[in-house]
């Protein structure tokens, strides 16, 4: 996991490193470049809380797309699956549907497979093994997910946490100027109000891809569901 981890943080960098490099080349007429722009803001909004909201985007977006490859690989065509698990139970037995389980991939397969490892001791053990085993699974596909929701959380925290200290640093410099007058606030607003930016674009960025993985494992575990019931049955028939 933190070697895939790892992987994907490098990958984020150079992704974001190439739509900088575009944004760049488009800006090329303007006086400044977008990566100058994300640059000086980044530095103005203060290296603290700027550099904990980029940790959080990096990470966040590293266990994002980790899930995504997972979620993506885990996917299997259960309609498939239990026609050839049927004609399996037909023509060869149990020994040949566990065979056809164990060249599936995906977590149904998984499924499948401890099912029919139990069918000899009765279809109500093999269907609470289809049911202890599903759980299994299901913790599984949501793994590391309730990382992704923290982060979108701590994201506009530190951010408002920059714009309570920003406009803390702002009246202090009222308080030592003994002047109420723009250019003396004007820094310490520019820092609340980047930090709160940069904070609520990291949470929605994060949001899309949550909602996402959510709706995806969602799906998965529909079809986990449904494919069980299936399994019950085609045990029940080939029991009789």
């Known amino acids: 996991m933190?070697?895939?981890?790892?992987?994907?943080?490098?990958?984020?960098?150079?992704?974001?490193?190439?739509?900088?490099?575009?944004?760049?080349?488009?800006?090329?007429?303007?006086?400044?470049?977008?990566h100058q722009i994300l640059k000086e803001n980044f530095i103005d909004g203060g290296p603290g809380f700027m550099g904990i909201?980029?940790?959080?985007?990096?990470?966040?977006l590293a266990i994002a797309i980790e899930r995504i490859i997972y979620l993506n690989l885990a996917t299997t065509n259960t309609k498939k699956l239990v026609a050839n698990v049927d004609d399996a139970l037909s023509y060869g037995g149990v020994e040949a549907a566990k065979e056809v389980c164990r060249n599936t991939k995906g977590p149904v397969a998984s499924i499948f497979y401890q099912g029919l490892d139990r069918v000899d001791e009765g279809v109500d053990a093999a269907?609470?093994?289809?049911?202890?085993?599903?759980?299994?699974?299901?913790?599984?596909?949501?793994?590391n997910v309730s990382w992704i929701s923290l982060f979108i959380a701590l994201a506009p925290m530190l951010g408002?946490?920059?714009?309570?200290?920003?406009?803390?640093?702002?009246?202090?410099?009222?308080?030592?100027?003994?002047?109420?007058?723009?250019?003396?606030?004007?820094?310490?607003?520019?820092?609340?109000l980047l930090t709160t930016v940069f904070g609520l674009i990291v949470a929605i960025i994060l949001q899309i891809f949550y909602n996402y993985i959510v709706s995806k494992i969602d799906g998965i575990v529909n079809n986990m569901e449904?494919?069980?019931?299936?399994?019950?049955d085609l045990l029940v028939k080939y029991k009789k």
Do not use: C, H, R, W
């Open 53 to 60: 909201v980029l940790v959080a985007l990096i990470l966040g």
């Open 160 to 192: 408002f946490m920059g714009t309570v200290i920003g406009m803390i640093g702002a009246f202090n410099d009222i308080a030592v100027a003994n002047d109420i007058s723009p250019a003396v606030v004007a820094g310490g607003i520019k820092v609340a």
């Open 226 to 232: 449904d494919a069980s019931i299936q399994l019950v």
């Open 2 to 34: 933190k070697k895939v981890v790892n992987v994907l943080s490098v990958t984020g960098f150079m992704f974001f490193g190439a739509i900088q490099s575009t944004f760049a080349q488009e800006a090329a007429t303007e006086s400044k470049t977008f």
């Open 127 to 143: 269907e609470k093994a289809v049911v202890s085993y599903g759980g299994v699974q299901m913790g599984l596909l949501e793994k």
